[in-house]
């Protein structure tokens, strides 16, 4: 799937072609067990994220979990890591992304949203393009906005399953063997 922005030579397209990559600038990108294990299989490394407490971080787009640190639970999200300029780790000098077809659900979505029924355009601070909502557009973003439900529902209540068996006890390492090993009886997108 090339998706909604790039060619068949991954080539940026469309609204894209113009765009100085100001979302993988600008936004901390929460991920799912769904983008670990695709971003994983791409890299073959799990260097590319990192944690962030739930004090810094407000998102309806992510699901926490607890961690055992220091005599006491403290929850937390998984992020993309930044470089040091503050950009995306996966943010090539190219301004394209390296891993574009294992790109978290949240990028697969922007600059839209859903509400009422409607796709709606998100906004116009870090996305500058002017967007039409073509056809194609319509049916690649509603299939993404579907994925990204079925994966935030099934991290949530993974998520949920561990915190109600390790919040006194887990750590880092024990919740990522947890969260990436699949969930009996069930089906994955990857």
């Avoid at 998984?78 to 659900?105: H, Q, T, W």
């Avoid at 993974?158 to 009996?184: D, M, V, Y």
Wanted: with cysteine; glycine share 4%.
């Amino acid at each position: 799937m090339y998706g909604l922005f790039l060619d068949k030579k991954c080539n940026a397209t469309g609204a894209c072609s113009k765009c100085q990559a100001n979302c993988c600038k600008s936004y901390l990108i929460a991920l799912t067990s769904f983008d670990l294990r695709r971003i994983y299989k791409k890299t073959n490394s799990l260097d590319f994220f990192t944690t962030i407490n739930a004090d810094n971080f407000d998102t309806c787009l992510a699901q926490s979990f607890i961690l055992f640190e220091k005599d006491a639970p403290k929850e937390y999200f998984l992020v993309l890591s930044r470089k040091k300029n503050g950009s995306c780790i996966f943010l090539g000098k190219d301004n394209l992304c390296a891993i574009y077809n294992e790109r978290p659900i949240v990028c697969r979505i922007y600059p839209f949203r859903y509400r009422n029924e409607k796709i709606l355009y998100k906004d116009k601070i870090k996305c500058p393009a002017e967007w039409e909502i073509t056809p194609k557009i319509k049916e690649e973003f509603l299939k993404a906005h579907k994925m990204q439900l079925e994966e935030l529902k099934s991290f949530g209540a993974r998520c949920r399953e561990w915190n109600a068996n390790h919040s006194k006890t887990g750590n880092l390492e024990l919740f990522l063997k947890f969260i990436l090993q699949q969930p009996k009886n069930k089906k994955t997108n990857i």
